[in-house]
């Protein structure tokens, strides 16, 4: 993931809470800086995902590595 060139996005769609782009960004997240990851869903798991990804890596909320759609 770390050898992907800069701005790539990852999306992940059917996402749930992204576990699967938590760990993916995660991995990632010092290594390649620009890397994004979208986790699309419905309504219902992306609101369980906004504390997912509080808990998990809240930095990437701040800064907006990750996009909850």
Do not use: M
């Not at 800069?6 to 890397?35: C, E, M, W």
């Amino acid at each position: 993931w770390e050898a992907l060139p800069p701005n790539t996005i990852f999306v992940d769609v059917g996402s749930a809470q992204g576990s699967v782009a938590l760990h993916v960004l995660r991995h990632v997240y010092a290594k390649n800086p620009t890397f994004k990851t979208f986790c699309q869903d419905l309504e219902g798991p992306i609101q369980s995902a906004r504390l997912f990804w509080q808990d998990g890596l809240p930095e990437a909320l701040a800064d907006g590595r990750v996009e909850l759609q």
